[in-house]
């Protein structure tokens, strides 16, 4: 019959009515829909299997810790432990929660660890004499410059804060980079013209022209291409940080030794009390003698500490080979998504056919293939797009990928990105949240913080890999105003 009731395919001879081109329309919506899914489905299975494997190694590393604490510190220390057990349990607790990225300050809640313990274990050190909260206050003070812990304190803050920002940013980076893949692109009439016109023509074994499908599939994905660049350098991000994991800031030494260095520092005000004693003595001077008479404890108690640490390197190593070798695999997802639907999904024939679909009848198809991405679309023969209208869902999850981006490079030297930094341990910024935001903004509404953020530092387009991504910041006020910008802009666009 005539065709001219057709409005996607040719209006030549044609033997479908209105009814099986809209059928045909809706099959080819939903079967583009459900190719895409399956291969961002691949994408992000990977992605949220590397988070699980590691993220279990990390809380596996941690609970073996604490419990070796609680296992040997009970007859190591006897009432120096079983008198201060929340304040050994407050310390895994707030390490687990700066791990699942609350809103805490790591190295806040380290140094109150050791002002709680201090605070304790001099009175108990001291039972003889009666110690008020204001002496304690005047203690610590005092005691700070003469490291009753040793070198503990400050040894313990800086690897363990590097550690931990790098286990949590490397961890989050990996569910934002699954989040990303998610969208899902909106394309029905280029792509039942594609795949469905052939049969309305007598044509349902002719198969697609490899670069009409390649056009039709990179006009429909013009946006998601705009996050390749993006997701290369979180790809490359989180190979930089693995590295760290595994070398410098060696997530199996030092998380794993925690409870190893805690004895170490108990062991150390133990053995130098009576020194420490004699200088808070000095610079508070003498408390009163209590009452209640001392205890014999402390004696009972003293020793060198043997505690031991099972290595879990070995797996370590396999879990970053792992992630290293998928990530470097999954860098060109988006660049090579439109061959890989149209070589696996559509099924289209070689470029050099001249038997094939090409949009109107079979033959040889004449136009050249686009580039990738939204500014190369603007003469893409098959799919309209208008390149002045970038899709704000792709843009905000660009904006997502750079600031994850930004926080692994921070990560990669250290360094936090949400509170100021004021240790000689620590350079630049603070702990934060390493976060997809629409989580993290929901999160901390829910329990708001007095301490002051940092900057959430944006990385430039033209920078590559984890170190550029470390320098590549604008001030807070320029990232408010380009969200300001981009909230304008997708008012005047609707």
């Known amino acids: 019959i005539l065709g001219e009731h057709l409005r996607i395919c040719p209006q030549g001879y044609t033997c479908c009515t209105s009814e099986m081109e809209e059928n045909f329309a809706n099959k080819s919506r939903s079967e583009f829909e459900a190719m895409m899914k399956e291969a961002g489905r691949s994408v992000q299975a990977t992605l949220t299997a590397q988070h699980r494997s590691f993220d279990s190694y990390f809380q596996d590393l941690l609970n073996k810790s604490e419990k070796a604490l609680y296992d040997a510190f009970p007859s190591m220390y006897g009432e120096l432990y079983t008198q201060n057990v929340k304040v050994f349990k407050d310390l895994y607790s707030e390490l687990r929660r700066y791990y699942r990225s609350s809103n805490i300050n790591l190295e806040e809640a380290l140094n109150e660890f050791w002002t709680r313990l201090l605070e304790r274990l001099f009175k108990l050190l001291n039972p003889q004499y009666h110690i008020t909260d204001e002496y304690l206050d005047c203690m610590v003070k005092h005691a700070e410059q003469h490291k009753p812990f040793g070198e503990v304190p400050r040894d313990l803050k800086m690897k363990a804060t590097r550690a931990f920002i790098a286990a949590r940013s490397y961890a989050q980076g990996f569910l934002v980079g699954s989040d990303v893949v998610r969208k899902v692109s909106q394309c029905t009439r280029a792509i039942m013209k594609l795949m469905y016109c052939p049969h309305c023509r007598g044509m349902s074994s002719v198969k697609p022209c490899n670069n009409y499908c390649l056009n039709v599939v990179k006009g429909c994905l013009a946006n998601q291409a705009d996050l390749s660049t993006e997701w290369k350098y979180l790809m490359d991000s ?257």
């Open 238 to 494: 989180l190979i930089g940080v693995a590295d760290r994991i595994d070398g410098p800031y060696n997530v199996d030494t030092v998380i794993g030794t925690i409870h190893m260095r805690i004895a170490e520092a108990i062991s150390n005000l133990q053995e130098n009390k009576d020194s420490i004693t004699s200088k808070v003595f000095q610079g508070c001077g003498n408390p009163k003698i209590s009452t209640k008479g001392s205890s014999s404890e402390d004696k009972k108690r003293r020793g060198k500490v043997t505690l031991e640490a099972k290595s879990s390197a070995q797996v370590l190593e396999m879990l970053v080979l792992d992630a290293k070798g998928n990530l470097t695999a999954l860098k060109t997802y988006w660049i090579t998504l439109p061959s890989s639907l149209c070589s696996k999904k559509v099924m289209s024939s070689s470029a050099s056919d001249d038997k094939c679909w090409n949009g109107m009848t079979k033959g040889s198809y004449l136009p050249e293939v686009m580039g990738d991405g939204l500014a190369n679309q603007i003469n893409n023969p098959e799919v309209e797009v208008d390149i002045t209208k970038p899709d704000m869902t792709i843009r905000q999850q660009i904006m997502q990928l750079k600031i994850m981006t930004n926080r692994l490079g921070n990560a990669n030297n250290g360094n936090d990105v949400d509170f100021q930094d004021t240790s000689d341990d620590m350079s630049g910024s603070g702990s934060g949240d390493s976060c997809p935001d629409d989580v993290c903004g929901k999160r901390l509404s829910k329990s708001p913080s007095t301490r002051q953020p940092e900057t959430h530092a944006i990385p430039k387009q033209s920078g590559h890999g984890v170190n550029g991504a470390s320098s590549r910041s604008l001030p807070s006020a320029s990232l408010l105003l380009l969200s300001v910008a981009v909230t304008a802009a997708l008012h005047l666009w609707r």
